[in-house]
């Protein structure tokens, strides 16, 4: 990668890492898909200056919408709710780590969609540090997971499945999106796959929470205006650029950075416990995964 792209690569990682902190903030009052569907919209609001200045045009032909809308539920609307959903019950330094596995599931994908991104020995290697990494991260909680009565699966196992879920969805978007909307401008692909993704949400969320209301702490405005703003709306018109210049599987290592920021402002800010699964799972991941791009 160039300079520039190593600059855009650094800010993903700052503002995303970041983003599991206000996450954790803005469930504490408001509900997982009121967060989803306000961060959208604010993403919106900051993509509409690009769109007016860059001037891209509509995308033309049903087909099309069809991906862009599609593209919407994989890489926002579902992994988002799922991600915010989560948090309501596991740390966000625990959130950060689990989202650390977006480049593992896209690596398996990437290999049977892409021609120039293939499952070799090495990365099969790497692939395995990062999943023991994982399992050396949430063992504990696997293992509490499971009640004494009725093997009732606790809300905290459940957290881990949607951050994997989640992680998963990530992966399929990032390969769905090289494979189908390559050539297509970054504006346009932000712009238009967040636009269908908050419309489906503006539907959705009224029947789920017929008492749908807005927030009232100042503190939960901020943070969901950050999430929209600056962690879909800029860098998302960032992730997509590097998404085609640089490859899939690479521009999603930009996760395995993510959990060191995310992991230091959980533990300073929400006092959150810090042990050493968290950080030997850490090292584990992103042992895994430098393993699976090293050159």
């Not at 890492?17 to 609001?45: C, D, H, N, Y």
């Not at 780590?97 to 896209?106: G, R």
């Not at 489906?200 to 009224?206: A, D, E, F, G, S």
């Not at 860098?235 to 690479?250: E, K, Q, V």
Request: proline letters at 4%.
């Amino acid at each position: 990668m160039n300079t520039k792209q190593w600059a855009a690569f650094i800010f993903l990682t700052f503002i995303w890492g970041a983003s599991f902190l206000w996450i954790k903030i803005a469930v504490q009052e408001v509900s997982p898909l009121t967060v989803v569907t306000l961060r959208l919209f604010m993403a919106l609001l900051a993509l509409i200056v690009f769109l007016v200045i860059r001037k891209p045009g509509v995308p033309r032909g049903w087909r099309l919408w069809g991906v862009l809308m599609l593209q919407g539920l994989l890489s926002t609307a579902i992994p988002w709710l799922l991600i915010t959903w989560a948090e309501k019950s596991i740390d966000s330094a625990l959130a950060t780590v689990l989202n650390a596995t977006v480049p593992l599931f896209t690596i398996v994908i990437a290999h049977f969609f892409l021609t120039d991104d293939r499952v070799t020995s090495r990365r099969i290697v790497g692939l395995l540090i990062g999943f023991v990494g994982v399992f050396v991260l949430v063992h504990e909680e696997l293992i509490a997971g499971w009640s004494a009565k009725e093997g009732v699966v606790s809300l905290v196992l459940l957290g881990q499945g949607a951050m994997l879920l989640a992680s998963a969805s990530y992966g399929i978007s990032n390969v769905y999106a090289r494979v189908k909307l390559r050539g297509a401008a970054p504006i346009v692909q932000a712009f238009y796959t967040m636009l269908l993704a908050d419309a489906v949400m503006w539907i959705v969320t009224p029947v789920i929470e017929p008492g749908f209301t807005l927030p009232k702490k100042t503190l939960t405005w901020v943070a969901i205006t950050w999430l929209g703003m600056l962690g879909a709306g800029v860098c998302y018109l960032i992730f997509y650029h590097l998404l085609h210049s640089i490859g899939p599987t690479r521009v999603a290592t930009v996760t395995y950075a993510v959990p060191v920021v995310g992991v230091t402002l959980g533990v300073v800010f929400l006092d959150e416990k810090l042990d050493w699964t968290m950080v030997i799972g850490t090292i584990l991941i992103v042992s895994g995964v430098w393993y699976v791009n090293r050159k």
